[in-house]
């Protein structure tokens, strides 16, 4: 069982910040923005590369109202999923990163090439 999965299932802690029938949202452990949430379904799917449409609807609208709990809704936020190894998924279970409450940049990809020719 991933650590996601015991999180729904309360056999790790976590600082939930919002939550429903279907999905989760607590805080990173190891945030990287002044607010730094992850948002889960409930059911284990393991990648974005999985995950159905009518999932991802409700997803939206959930990540949505997660951003409005913040108070990060009106001065803008960023979401992220990572898909697979190259892409940066530690955790096999498909989760989307809510980051806001300061304008972000993307220095990490400083020195990428803007037309892919790494």
Not at 39 to 67: L, Y
Request: glycine content about 6%.
């Amino acid at each position: 069982m991933c650590i996601f999965c015991k999180i729904v299932n309360n056999e790790i802690p976590a600082n939930i910040i919002l939550e429903n029938e279907d999905f989760l949202a607590f805080h990173d452990i190891n945030p990287k923005a002044p607010i730094h949430v992850l948002a889960i379904p409930k059911k284990h799917i393991d990648s974005f590369n999985e995950v159905d449409s009518k999932t991802m609807k409700n997803m939206t609208t959930f990540m949505q109202n997660v951003a409005k709990e913040l108070n990060i809704d009106k001065s803008g936020y960023r979401v992220i999923t990572n898909v697979g190894e190259n892409g940066g998924q530690e955790v096999e279970h498909l989760h989307f990163h809510i980051l806001g409450g300061a304008k972000l940049a993307w220095s990490h990809l400083s020195d990428a090439d803007p037309k892919g020719n790494i």
